[in-house]
């Protein structure tokens, strides 16, 4: 069964760093596109960034408003997914998902986020 | 950017009901457009993907149609258990972007 678990959420003052982990199962993480996912309390869904398989060139792509601050790395040896973020702001206060983003063999390139962890809580506080 | 709107962003409906939920985009993305359901607490699921594709496991009551700059996410039969927020996202360029989000609510 493919999963993923987020951990290392917490609280952190304005202008510090924090990284988040995603450890994955049931899959082989360079084989796959990786998103991260952000949602602030009481809002919705922001995209926060992208890492693409190793096949695929494994570049990164992020949201305009971390980018910069943020930076999404992987861990072949754990299939552990990474999200540093530096020069944190209250702004990022939110729960963090990961998710895996995949394309149906039917409708190849149609990507879609369809593996969700539970996300992992952002405090952003002085 | 891409620009999602979703309409409306929120309902009532009752058990049984015919439930639609609108998504335009503010540039053309063929069919590039998942949707997806929230209930309060809980990660995200996908439902639909690619505007029309079923996700394998989504009940047959959901159903998603449209191309270009308008979407339509259909649900035939309100269920208790679709009581929920959904929100529609484009995969058709960087950076992806998700509508506001639809809550959908009991009547």
């Known amino acids: 069964e493919v999963q993923l678990v987020e951990s290392g959420g917490g609280l952190v003052k304005p202008g510090g760093s924090l990284r988040l982990s995603c450890a994955a199962s049931?899959?082989?993480?360079?084989?796959?596109?990786m998103s991260w996912v952000r949602q602030a309390p009481g809002k919705g869904l922001e995209w926060v960034g992208r890492?693409?398989?190793?096949?695929?060139?494994?570049?990164?792509d992020y949201a305009a408003p971390v980018k910069g601050r943020f930076t999404i790395s992987r861990d072949e040896s754990k299939d552990t997914l990474h999200l540093q973020m530096d020069s944190l702001k209250t702004e990022d206060t939110a729960v963090y998902y990961c998710?895996?983003?995949?394309?149906?063999?039917?409708?190849?390139?149609?990507?879609?986020?369809?593996?969700w962890g539970k996300g992992t809580t952002v405090t952003v506080s002085s | 950017d891409i620009q999602m709107t979703q309409s409306p962003s929120s309902l009532s409906a009752s058990v049984g009901d015919r439930v639609t939920i609108t998504c335009r985009t503010s540039?053309?993305?063929?069919?590039?457009l998942n949707w997806y359901q929230q209930k309060s607490g809980e990660a995200p699921k996908v439902l639909i993907y690619?505007?029309?594709s079923l996700q394998r496991g989504v009940p047959s009551r959901f159903s998603g149609s449209g191309s270009g700059t308008d979407f339509t996410l259909t649900i035939s039969s309100l269920q208790p258990e679709d009581f929920a927020t959904y929100y529609c996202?484009?995969?058709?360029?960087?950076?992806?972007?998700f509508g506001q989000g639809t809550k959908v609510e009991i009547k």
């Open positions: 540039q053309s993305i063929s069919s590039f």
């Open positions: 890492i693409k398989s190793k096949t695929d060139g494994g570049t990164t």
């Open positions: 690619a505007a029309s």
């Open positions: 996202q484009q995969s058709f360029s960087n950076p992806l972007t």
């Open positions: 998710t895996t983003e995949r394309d149906d063999d039917y409708v190849p390139y149609y990507y879609y986020m369809e593996v």
């Open positions: 049931g899959f082989t993480l360079n084989n796959a596109w």
